[in-house]
């Protein structure tokens, strides 16, 4: 955090003695001072100057999936020796992070599963918010993973808020009172005021299913597919300075190696100019192109889509659709972000 203020506001008299609280700062006052400030922003730096290369990867495109040990710690450049700058940390990778384990936190498990604990995790992991589940995943078996709270980096706290709460496994009111409940729980969060806590919020709402993510949350990293800082303060939990933007959750049977669920099109076998594959909510932009479709059928797709058939598209369907058309509109829905976004990158290209 900057703090800007005046010049002017302080008196040009050099000669006039700076109180604080009735004792006088003398010069040596100002020079322990400033040495004592060296001292801690060089630890502060240190400390904080390896989190960044936490983010790159080179085996296997996968951000947590390294290992730790100095034999075979991955090193930039695709493995081959690096010529990046020492800067204190040299080429290696280092990381610890410690995830929280659902049964050594009362109320986690109803994060995850919901109240009764019935929710399908399978359930959750497929659809727009999977990757709440398929980091979780990814970091259990991470060799970044530390099972020590002490040497950790960085803490993971699971939770599948956004699809518990679709399935009903939780109401809003039921989340916030929850999550309340399990960081009280955890020393390590009060120890750093949770800035090092990580939280995966993959949905437009972002962290507002914690209606108090602002009081308890506003020091900790989010994960999120929602970075427009465009958006108004009261819809937007996305900050420029601590949070990351990652992908939406695309199926995987068209993202892995392999053959892909559909294949692209070729341009001239596309039965559209454009189309729109989605749900209206009610929002202005997205019934305009509804409306629009069925003035100009040969050119333009945007079926009002239920979440019920008839009217929905599954899986297969809804990608062949997708790829039906030269260009894949993508409307904003209740916030910036939507996850045709993503697929239109895997049906049009």
Known sequence: MVLYGSLNSYPRDRTKTIWHHGTPCSCAHLII?????????????????????????????????????????????????????????????????????????????????????????????????????????????????????????????????????????????EINQTYVGVLKQMPYFRRSGGRDHIFVFPSGNGAHFFTSWKTFLNRSIFLTPEGDRTDSKNSTAFDTWKDIIIPGNVDDEMTELGAPLVEPLPLSSREYLANYLGHAQGLKGRLQLIELSKQYPDKLEAPNLKHHPPDRLYKKEYFDHLRNAKFCLCPRGVSSWTLRFFESFFVVS
């Open 33 to 173: 001072g400033a040495l004592l400030l060296v001292v801690a922003t060089h630890f502060i730096t240190r400390r904080f100057d390896n989190l960044p290369l936490a983010m790159y990867s080179n085996s296997q495109c996968s951000l947590f999936n390294q290992d730790r040990s100095s034999e075979s710690v991955s090193m930039f450049n695709g493995g081959y020796p690096s010529t990046w700058p020492e800067r204190g940390y040299g080429s290696y990778l280092s990381l610890k992070i410690y995830v929280y384990d659902e049964n050594e936190i009362e109320g986690l498990k109803a994060l995850m599963y919901g109240k009764e604990g019935i929710i399908n995790v399978n359930s959750c992991y497929q659809g727009q918010w999977g990757t709440q589940v398929k980091i979780h995943r990814l970091l259990l078996n991470s060799r970044f993973r530390t099972r020590k709270k002490e040497e950790a980096d960085f803490f993971f706290v699971p939770s599948y808020v956004k699809c518990v709460h679709m399935l009903e496994g939780l109401t809003e009111e």
